[in-house]
Every structure is written in structure tokens, then in C-alpha cells.
């Protein structure tokens, strides 16, 4: 918004979507879900074809939204609220620094941590292929073994004679 004019400089749908770094259908409906939850269903200001316009205030809380929303503890409506009501307090106080934030500096502790998990798990994987590598070891080493003591029992028996040839065996 050029600061030296009172104007208001609405941004496009697409345009939107880029800066946050969704889908166009993703922007819509998260979109919907925030007049759905402000009770105003005009809350975006929209075009001759009805199409939502967007003012860089609305891509701060929809930017807000998104970084809420990959959080462990907030499913989207409950990311849309926070949002809205930091909207609410941001307008009242002229400022909201929160909102200025950059995305990925608010999802880096997240990502880290599921790095961590992510690494965790690698590591546990690793191990328990380790052991079943040495349990399938010890089970081929059996396995032959019982092999060895099959053919030596084969080799030592003598030739067992059916009971039908016994009886009736020509001398």
C-alpha cells in the first residue's frame, strides 16, 4: 500500500494465494471459513464477477491463519478465531507485530521439532533393522545346521524295505 496516498490496494485472488504460498482453492476456502466465523459475510471486499479482493490487513490474517494452522494444538477453525481476534486487538492498538511476522520464523520451532522426530524415528528404524539382521542370521545358521543333521541322518540309515516287500520279497 503506497504510503503516501489514502487509497486501498486490493490484490487479486492469485496474487493472494502466492504471497501465502497455498492454492487459489485452499485461499477460497479458508477464505469462506473466516466470513463464516466473523458473521460478516462481506468481510472481503469482492469485484464486479464477485470475486473476493484482498487488502494486504486481509493477506496479514489469512498469513496468520496459515501459520497457526500447522501447530499441533490448532485445527483451522481454531487458527481462523486466534487470528481474527489478533486482528480485532491489532486494530484497536494501530499495530500488531505478531501479524508482520514472517511465516516460516512463526512454523521454525515446529519444524524443528518434527525434524527431531523425524531423526528419532531414522534412528530407531536403523536399530531394529540391525537387530532383525541378527535374529535372520541366527535363524540361516539353525536352518543349516538342522540341514547338516537331516543329510547325516539320511546317509546313516540303512535302506528301510517296505513291509509289503518283506512279505513278499522273491529270494
Not at 473476493?52 to 500447522?70: E, G, I, M, P, W
Not at 486487538?89 to 521439532?113: A, K
Request: aromatic share 6%; hydrophobic share 35%.
Amino acid at each position: 500500500m503506497n504510503k503516501d496516498s489514502n487509497f486501498i490496494e486490493y490484490i487479486s485472488p492469485n496474487v493472494a494465494a502466492k504471497k501465502l504460498g497455498i492454492a487459489v482453492t485452499t485461499l477460497r476456502k479458508y477464505s469462506s471459513l473466516i466470513e463464516k466465523a466473523s458473521g460478516n459475510k462481506s468481510y472481503f471486499n469482492r469485484d464486479s464477477n464477485n470475486s473476493r479482493l484482498y487488502t494486504n490487513s486481509d493477506v496479514s490474517v489469512l498469513k496468520r491463519v496459515v501459520a497457526l494452522k500447522v501447530r499441533p494444538d490448532f485445527s483451522l477453525e481454531k487458527s481462523i478465531k486466534q487470528a481474527l481476534s489478533e486482528n480485532d486487538v491489532s486494530d484497536v492498538s494501530g499495530t500488531d507485530t505478531r501479524l508482520e511476522s514472517d511465516t516460516n520464523n512463526d512454523m521454525q520451532p515446529i519444524q524443528d521439532d518434527k525434524i527431531k522426530q523425524y531423526e528419532s524415528l531414522i534412528n530407531q528404524l536403523i536399530e531394529s533393522n540391525l537387530k532383525l539382521s541378527d535374529q535372520l542370521e541366527v535363524a540361516i545358521v539353525k536352518l543349516e545346521n538342522h540341514d547338516k543333521k537331516l543329510l547325516e541322518l539320511e546317509q546313516s540309515s540303512p535302506e528301510k524295505i517296505s513291509i509289503f516287500n518283506r512279505i513278499f520279497k522273491k529270494k
